[in-house]
């Protein structure tokens, strides 16, 4: 059974346009993340989610906007494509409150062209 | 900002050698994670040591941690093939939720 499930694990777009990806747990955590992961592999965290409330919200241009419609998923919209948005971009989920373990999803590869 | 800084950069050792990462952090710490990235993978959690201890076990894994010198260290023992990967210290910055991860070490074990 998977854990943290992300959906497309790939997707090349064209400049300028919109998609989203999308994030599943079903560890019953109540706190799921979305993460970049750029070329030289280093990852920085963007938006952190408890029960639906918006916690963190990085210095993160605001055509990426996360949207969680319960508290086992958390989605990420993206606008107006930019190259610079090709990544790899994770979700990860914790329990609340623990500052403890995260568990991270596969990954979804984000290209533009 | 940047919170964690692991070293060697990469590394590249015979099977059944032991493989050591270091990694250094800034600020004050409750607890320090090691997370390992295989090829086109999520990350994997392997172990967390808190403040207060010195040095944790976990199979061929030995985790140490200094405060005084806000440092720790990732020592794999026996090394395998399958332990190729990238190898990241995460720590919680300050007071907040945000775990704050390293660039990684890369760690290639040549069979």
């Known amino acids: 059974d998977t854990a943290v499930s992300q959906t497309p694990k790939y997707l090349v777009t064209q400049m300028g346009n919109d998609k989203s990806i999308k994030c599943e747990q079903n560890?019953?955590?109540?706190?799921m993340y979305w993460y970049k992961q750029d070329s030289k592999k280093f990852l920085k965290i963007m938006f952190s989610?408890?029960?639906?409330?918006?916690?963190i919200n990085e210095t993160v241009p605001n055509r990426f906007s996360p949207k969680s419609p319960d508290k086992a998923h958390l989605n990420l919209h993206i606008n107006s494509l930019e190259l610079g948005d090709s990544a790899v971009y994770f979700c990860?989920?914790?329990?609340?409150?623990?500052?403890?373990?995260?568990?991270f999803g596969p990954g979804t590869r984000l290209t533009v062209l | 900002s940047q919170q964690g800084e692991e070293d060697p950069q990469a590394l590249s050792i015979q099977e059944g050698e032991n493989a050591t990462m270091n990694c250094s952090y800034k600020?004050?710490?409750?607890?320090l994670q090691w997370y390992r990235q295989n090829s086109g993978r999520g990350l994997v959690h392997l172990i967390l040591?808190?403040?207060?201890?010195r040095e944790k076990h976990s199979g061929r894994l030995r985790v140490t941690l200094d405060t005084s010198k806000k440092s720790s260290s990732l020592l794999i023992t026996a090394s395998r093939a399958a332990d190729t990967a990238s190898y990241f210290c995460?720590?919680?910055?300050?007071?907040?939720?945000?775990?704050?991860f390293g660039k990684g070490t890369k760690l290639t074990v040549n069979p």
């Open positions: 990860a989920s914790s329990p609340e409150g623990r500052r403890g373990e995260q568990f």
């Open positions: 560890l019953g955590h109540d706190t």
């Open positions: 989610y408890n029960n639906k409330e918006l916690i």
């Open positions: 600020t004050s710490i409750n607890n």
């Open positions: 040591i808190r403040s207060n201890e």
């Open positions: 995460a720590t919680y910055q300050g007071g907040s939720e945000k775990l704050v």
